[in-house]
């Protein structure tokens, strides 16, 4: 939202800069020969390259606050990602290219009613006060920005861990389509209404199916690599900075994944991956619901943890050849182990998702 309503703003600032004739490289700003009828091409330019790369702007770090506080300073790990983006549910990723496109097209009908230059009748431009095909162009092609941006983007997020330089090589095709975007963006308002419209709605649809798709394969390329990669949680480095000069995890007697309970706390299900080096599982407690990974044979490391109240459900899929068991949560990410048996994955998603509407295991 923030970034929406600041891109509608720094637009329309150009815009109005242009439009009075300023020139803002001048020292001092004045007027220094600006043409005003290039207003409109201008603000349209910063429009369509800063929707590409909105991402930039998407910076949200994953990790719960009260972890992230307690994080050491001096630790040295690569974060999950950039900006959090593969981690957050569908709806906020989803939301951002509308919202912000939205923003921008009702924007301009402010530039149109004081345009020195209000553009020809049966241009986008020049019918945007007297037809809303004209707004709907605009706000459709933001969007599809958007998405190419978001496109790239999740190929940035996938090879971050292991093939970085295909992630710098993404990320400068980005910054390329940005620039070749934003200056596509500067003919937009010369475009006859119906075939920029036509053109739009071609677009849109194309992006939004490419993105989903690429983001998808970003997500289980991610988790597949976390699988064989496991480390240690913010909550487990709080736990053994709280244990003073013991820096050793000690489990409690018993076997994985009974090693890893607290006391009084007990197990109501579990599933394992079965994978190699390092088995990944998903813990149902009374108290918690956990992602672990048994190091050794011995030994449960928990990876990630969230209270029970915002468990909504699980999911059994397969992902190419990979079987991927998922629990859902309410505002927070997803966890996911790759691997295991597909029966035993099914039955332990549907047990999940009957204790997160019932409050039971078994029905």
Not at 16 to 37: C, E, K, Q, T
Not at 95 to 123: D, L, R, Y
Not at 339 to 357: C, I, K, M, N, W
Request: hydrophobic residues 40%; contains cysteine.
């Amino acid at each position: 939202m923030v970034y929406a309503i600041g891109l509608a703003g720094i637009a329309t600032a150009v815009f109005f800069m242009i439009n009075a004739g300023i020139n803002p490289r001048a020292r001092p700003p004045g007027l220094d020969d600006v043409n005003p009828s290039t207003a409109t091409s201008g603000s349209f330019m910063v429009l369509g390259a800063f929707h590409v790369i909105a991402i930039l702007f998407y910076v949200e770090d994953d990790t719960p606050k009260k972890d992230r506080a307690a994080t050491d300073p001096h630790d040295s790990k690569k974060p999950d990602s950039f900006t959090g983006f593969i981690r957050q549910p569908w709806y906020k990723v989803l939301s951002v290219g509308p919202i912000s496109a939205a923003f921008c097209a009702a924007s301009i009908f402010i530039w149109h009613s004081f345009a020195k230059f209000p553009g020809s009748p049966g241009t986008v431009w020049g019918d945007y006060s007297t037809s809303p095909a004209s707004a709907l162009t605009v706000f459709l092609l933001c969007w599809a920005s958007t998405n190419i941006g978001f496109t790239f983007a999740s190929i940035c997020e996938a090879f971050n861990r292991d093939l970085f330089g295909l992630t710098i090589l993404s990320g400068v095709i980005m910054a390329i389509l940005a620039l070749v975007i934003g200056l596509g963006f500067t003919d937009l308002p010369k475009q006859p209404t119906e075939s920029a419209l036509t053109m739009a709605a071609i677009a849109l649809p194309l992006t939004l199916l490419t993105v989903i798709g690429v983001r998808a394969w970003a997500v289980a390329r991610v988790a597949r690599i976390d699988a064989n990669r496991p480390r240690p949680s913010t909550q487990e480095t709080q736990r053994s900075t709280k244990s003073g000069s013991d820096h050793h995890h000690r489990p409690a007697p018993g076997q994985p994944p009974f090693d890893m309970l607290r006391d009084g706390e007990r197990v109501l299900m579990h599933f394992n991956s079965e994978r190699s080096p390092q088995s990944q599982l998903l813990i149902a407690t009374d108290q918690r619901f956990v992602r672990a990974s048994i190091l050794g044979s011995d030994r449960t490391s928990v990876l990630d943890q969230a209270s029970p109240s915002q468990l909504t459900g699980a999911s059994s899929r397969r992902v190419g050849r990979d079987l991927m068991t998922t629990a859902h949560f309410r505002d927070r990410q997803d966890m996911q182990v790759i691997g295991g048996d597909p029966e035993h994955s099914r039955e332990f998603a549907e047990a999940v998702t009957r204790l997160a509407q019932t409050g039971q295991i078994r029905s």
